[in-house]
């Protein structure tokens, strides 16, 4: 998979999944917004520096009715992102590109205006905290920003001030007097997010002469001073006339515990409502209706050791006096598609407010549904499938005339690429993109088999060429993480062709646990990780090996996170694999469930006694497969303490422990500064080096050499 200069320069591989810095070359596609007029579709695309060591976004532009190719419309070092078209059609986005009128300013994540008209990208907005994302108001001029704000600040000049005094004095402590800390790979405070309007400031010397692109600065208005770490990761979006903000906000509870409430931000006075504020439930706002009146609204019921959580949409009324009273929960929500088995997530209203449009993971794939609301109401609405092929969609916009969208669309056959659909028929076009599909050499199929208990387990095979009863290939059962997840969309962190170019067949299953299969599927392997979802992961593995193209006795578990802990479990409870790769993962529950970022969660999904009866350090003496660790010491989620317990316990005790010279058949490989996703280009390609090696050794009986950067 690696390759030296020299034949990087004389030998062009067969796909790029054949070399790793080809792979990593691939421009990455994310984020999708749409202008007013439906004229201008703009879209991210990450790519690597000419160095290979970080990648770099960049804005393109598309063309809706995929006629004219995409075209890059923004490009700098930094790299730009969270593009959102403002009502005039202008384009706002943020970057930590210099600023040209202030070269000598610290780079900090600025808000730019490019306008619609074309021209130059400027610095509309900057301040020391940065900003963080960008909201817009469909039919006015309303803008309005997130951004951190330390605790103790009393205004943009003083929270300026604080920033530079702690730089200056090279002070990164914080005092927390609430809980969570950390979350995932950050950690928290001492500043606090805030929500902005963007409103005209006023010029610094008035009549003074300047070219005619000069415009007032702008200066921000502080909607939500008083609200503490309430918006911490929250949800927010604005209505279409800008005069009310909804966002989810965090309720703290008794014991560390919280919950998500839902607001309602007067634009005007910064008054805040609770619109929504039920026990045992979280709320989470969607879009706002076109006529402004209606909002829908996400819940999440709490999880218990017994019931997994339930997803549900509902529409809410905040139509006149009800929301500014904060009598719109009162008054209940309407179910959205009440019987629907599936966990939906809100993208878009039609323009005549006649329904909505959804994504939810269906059977492999997360298609775009509809679902219509007849008279405004939604008590007889059901979901309708609009796409009806095999893909993942994202990103979900509607044009103004309400026959098209436009959408995000991959599967494991192809990275996150552009699509118009027709709404009439289900149609989808492919735009012109910037960059070409990959490659790969391979063939993907649906297979799946029927557990003990009659339940169905589905999963994706992805079979190298020339597989074949006289040439069968080895096995790689990867698991995958959440658990509440399914392999139904593109990754470049698990990306199966990568093997597959090696010669390797890749199981993807979706076993108990897994999303897009109804309630029930999730339901069986709640709280009893080691039973069913074990179970469903063995089924499909006993059914994938009894074919002449798969070779039973060479065969490789793998897994992150909680596909980690599952390839654990199953490194315990069975020695049929040759070799198991545990990535992020959870070892010891008793341990993990306090010191993870969010332990207020965890504790609520599994008693202690539940914990024990599903963790694997207790079957660590069982284990006698060859285990590559792997972990980056600033995953918060699942903390190094796991990695490094575990990789003790399999020195210490598994029936491969170190022998009188140290040495054994299980290997470490440690990220310092790398969090629960290895994010660095060098250290993926360092991840998959270590990978390959390990399994070509254990699997193949082959010494393919670790890659160099180790030292080693």
Known sequence: MASTDSEILSEKPETPFHDLDHYLAIPRVSGL???????????????????????????????????????????SAKGEAGAVFAANGDLYFTSARPDPDSPEADPVSALWLLPSDGGEARVVLSRAGGISGVLAAKETGGLFVSAAVLAGSTGEDNDEQRRKARKDNKVAAILHSGYPVRYWDADLGPAQPRLFAVEPGEEKEPGKPATVDATAPLKLRNLTPDVGNGLREADSVVSPDGKTIYSSFNKPLANADTRSVLVAIDVATGTRTVLLDVEGMSYFPGPVSPDNRTLVVRSESDTTPLAAPQVKLHLLDVSGDAAVSGDAGKAGLAPLARDWDRWPRPAAWLPDGSGLLVTADEDGSSPVFRIGVPGGTADASQATRVTADTAAYTDVVVSPDGRSAYA????????????????????????????????????????????????????????????????????????????????????????????VARGYAV??????????????HIQRGWGEWGKAPYTDLMAITDAVVQRPDIDETRTAAMGGSFGGYMANWVAG???????????????????????????????????????????????????STPMLVIHGDKDYRVPIGE????????????????????????RFLYFPDENHWILHPQHAKVWYGVVEHFLAKNLLDKDIPVPAELGL
């Open 33 to 75: 917004t749409l202008s007013p007029d439906g004229g201008r579709l703009v879209t991210t695309v990450a790519t690597l520096n000419a160095k290979g060591t970080e990648f770099c976004t960049a804005l393109w532009e598309l063309d809706p009715e995929g006629q004219r190719q995409a075209r890059r419309i923004t490009r």
């Open 408 to 499: 995000l669309r991959s599967s494991y056959e192809f990275p996150a690429e552009a699509v118009r659909i027709d709404l009439a028929s289900g149609g989808v076009v492919r735009l012109p993109a910037p960059a070409e599909r990959p490659q790969y050499r391979g063939s993907l199929e649906r297979v799946e088999t029927t557990a003990a208990d009659g339940s169905r387990v589905p999963a994706y095979l992805a079979m190298p060429e020339g597989a074949s009863a006289g040439n069968p290939a080895p096995l790689l059962l990867w698991i995958h993480g959440g658990p509440l997840g399914s392999w139904n969309a593109w990754t470049w962190r698990w990306n199966p062709w990568l093997l």
């Open 643 to 666: 990695g490094l317990r575990l990789w003790y316990e399999l020195l210490s005790k598994s029936q491969l422990a170190a022998d009188e010279n140290g040495d054994t058949d299980h």
């Open 573 to 623: 409870h069975t020695g049929r694999f040759k070799a198991i790769v545990t990535h992020a993962s959870l070892w010891a529950l008793d341990q993990f469930g306090p010191t993870t970022d969010a332990a207020q969660y965890w504790l609520k999904e599994m008693t202690a006694e539940m914990a024990l009866e599903n963790s694997p350090h207790l079957h660590v003496e069982n284990i």
């Open 507 to 520: 199981l993807l299953p979706d076993p108990a646990l897994s999303t897009g299969y109804g309630q029930d």
